[in-house]
């Protein structure tokens, strides 16, 4: 049934107040699937629908919903309805609300959760906002290296319900010291008077409270785990990032690349959500900054103006050689930021990169540079114009892969994000040098 069709059936029934229809009907629903559906409704029906979910979807519904609505739901809830969600919550999110939620909205949220949540929120929040400390949860199953397979079961059995994954158990030390991990499949696979100590997988991946959160995403998609462990300096286990949660970190550190790209100041809130003025803000800065560089292409133009009259066929031909370099530049500096974004490509492949690029370079410049100096054979039948514009592209597309994949390098060995070094900024360099290559050249073949 399509989502349409679903929130019309659920507008009807609350038209009708058939309440235990819709508590039913709702129970099918994947948590996910209703956040798309209250999104789409008024806010004023969403109270109602939201008291008749289950509690724990009710918890993972409002975990996923966005802090607005949040802060809604939980103005008008009772001290118990607060109570009762956040019990249901798992740590990491409670966290992620609070942080969102006013000062005011935060005090009546921690009046209402149990000391142990308080506790384990604030150690949370203490950490900087973009590290490992700051996504992690706090609600793993730890086993101790002593323990026999059977015991280990029988202490899953106790504390599953607290846990946000079972899938992978950490196993401390009685100091709290990460010794290595266990799947589940390994403890139901193993015998039960097997000690823990000898079925574990001696791990060495791990990351600190402090490590940065893309880091700590990346690593997990190195390594392709389910659950990261955290440790603190000593190397005491105090929390884990899940998978779903690295997923988040990529998904934002993708947009911030994407709006950098676009010479776009990153911003937090959604497209909608933002105003306009804020839209304008982060868009005008950079504006400003490309259109007072391009400025430069316009004076190199004027200084030859004179020049180029007695041959004008030769501007005709300058938004093609400022395209074919932009182009090229552009292109390389893409494949360079996302090698680097992976770690497919780092610092010490530098000259690797630039001797890469010199070869695709020469390549692209020599079919490029074949094929325009056919076309205007054809069109012009002039020999000099095309071997002027043939060694200009040759020139301009050479030079502009080595910007676009030096500048993005260099970003990243000045400690700055590659992404600001991408298609407008490369262009509007490409651009001036571009123009300087086809100049030359022209004004040496014609006499100029």
Partial sequence: MGEATVKEKIKAMLVLKKYGDLREYLSHINGADIVLIFNELPEENIPVLFRLLQKDTAAQVFAMMDSDRQEMLIRGFSDNEIHEVFDELYVDDAADIVEEMPANVVKRILKNTDAQTRRMINEILKYPEDSAGSLMNTEYISLRPD?????????????????????????????????????????????????????????????????????????????????????????????????????????????????????????????????????????????????????????????????????????????????????????????????????DIKLKDFLRVVWTEFRVSVIISAALAAFNAVRIMIQYGDAVLAAVISLSIVGTVILSQFIGCMLPMAAKRLKLDPAVMASPLITTIVDVASLMIYFSIATKFFNI
């Fill in 147 to 343: 323990m026999t397979v059977v015991e280990a079961k029988k202490r899953i059995r106790r504390v599953i319900a607290d846990a946000e994954t079972v899938y992978i158990c950490f196993v401390t030390d009685s100091e709290r010291r990460l010794m290595g991990l266990i799947s589940i499949k390994t403890l139901l696979l193993a015998n039960d008077d097997e000690i823990i100590q000898d079925i574990i997988d001696d791990t060495d991946i791990y990351v600190y409270t402090t490590t940065d959160k893309e880091d700590v995403a990346k690593a997990m998609n190195k390594y392709d785990l389910v659950a990261m462990p955290v440790v603190d300096a000593e190397m005491r286990l105090v929390g884990m990032v899940m998978f779903d949660d690295a997923i988040d970190v990529m998904q934002d550190e993708t947009t911030e690349d994407i709006e950098k790209m676009a010479a776009i100041a990153p911003h937090e809130e959604s497209y909608f959500k933002t105003s306009d003025i804020k839209h304008a803000k982060n868009r005008i800065v950079w504006l400003l900054i490309l259109m007072l560089s391009s400025s430069i292409t316009g004076i190199i133009i004027s200084n030859y103006e004179a020049a180029f009259a007695s041959h004008a066929i030769l501007v005709s031909f300058i938004p093609m050689i400022m395209g074919t370099g932009g182009n090229c530049g552009s292109q390389s500096a893409t494949l360079i930021i996302r090698g680097m974004s992976v770690d």
